[in-house]
């Protein structure tokens, strides 16, 4: 993905000028970063609970104490280094209940920062338990994906119809953090024949990141709604849901036209479908082809098998 471009920067505006040695900054917040005044800074250890050394009220001009002019945190004019970012609105301090000294204000900023940590921490908590965190493993039923379906996947029950083997069966496989599939696509012929007189295909989806249930519902029921022509009725005995969709264009010809059947087959989130499909043309030497009914029972018989051999 390109960049996009930066807005060109208007050539009409100064350049900021450069002190030629500027001044050195400081930890100390005094109105100029110089070295603090004589005396051991750090020999003065502040307590928690006690009040920090406050500076007594200044000349004009000079530091006094907070919230009075020329003191800490007003920095002056001209000084960059004395300007301390500012990062949004302070948190207040909850006013200090009795006349003691400020020491309390001081203890009880610590002890309402760390209250604060411990609703923060019991919010986050609350939101985990009631949204429920992580979403559940994938219900994939001990289903593995093969490397090669083609082999792995039953057809048989075509083979008494289809003995020889037609064009090169074409397989690809899928290895994902999101999705594991294995597909198939291969030529039956009858004895005798030059090429192939049908054509199968398979494939395999494991789901493991998103349960496929409503969408797989909502293509293979109404299938019929969204493709004209097609027969479709559910089968039970296989898997969670399963749906036989189903056309035959030959109008008993087997000249033209053609004839198709799929059998969907939805087990937890895993999808399995297996297509059969012959097409009819004057020049076709398969006189004689499987009805549909009998492609039907082919592929709940094999289907269920195959499901049956990839499950570990």
């Not at 994906?145 to 082999?151: I, K, T, V």
């Not at 899928?174 to 004895?191: F, I, R």
């Amino acid at each position: 993905m390109s960049t996009p471009p930066q807005p060109p920067q208007p050539s009409d505006q100064p350049t900021p000028q450069q002190p030629a040695t500027p001044p050195q900054p400081t930890a100390y917040p005094y109105p100029n970063p110089q070295s603090p005044p004589a005396g051991n800074f750090y020999a003065q250890p502040t307590m928690i609970g006690q009040p920090a050394a406050q500076p007594a009220p200044g000349l004009p001009g000079q530091p006094g104490q907070f919230g009075q002019p020329g003191q800490f945190g007003q920095p002056q004019p001209g000084n960059p280094y004395t300007q301390a970012p500012q990062f949004g609105a302070a948190v207040p301090v909850p006013p200090s209940g009795g006349g003691g000294g400020g020491g309390g204000g001081a203890g009880r900023a610590v002890l309402w920062a760390a209250v604060g940590a411990v609703v923060a921490s019991a919010a986050w908590a609350g939101g985990v338990f009631l949204l429920g965190g992580k979403s559940d493993s994938a219900d994939l039923r001990g289903y593995k994906a093969p490397g090669n379906l083609c082999s792995s996947a039953d057809y048989s029950s075509f083979k008494a119809e289809y003995p020889e083997s037609g064009s090169s069966p074409t397989k690809t496989s899928l290895k994902n953090p999101a999705l594991d599939e294995g597909y198939c696509s291969l030529g039956l012929k009858k004895t005798g024949s030059s090429y192939s007189d049908a054509y199968l295909s398979m494939q395999l989806d494991l789901h493991k990141k998103t349960d496929p249930g409503p969408e797989f519902t909502a293509m293979w029921k109404n299938y019929g709604d969204s493709h004209t022509g097609y027969d479709v009725s559910a089968v039970g005995g296989i898997g969670d849901e399963a749906y036989l969709v189903s056309q035959d264009t030959s109008s008993g010809s087997t000249t033209s036209g053609s004839r198709y059947a799929t059998l969907a087959v939805r087990d937890g989130w895993v999808t399995y479908t297996m297509s059969y499909s012959v097409y009819f043309t004057s020049y076709d030497q398969d006189k004689n082809p499987p009805s549909l009914s009998e492609v039907d029972g082919w592929l709940k018989k094999d289907a269920k098998a195959t499901l049956g051999q990839l499950k570990g």
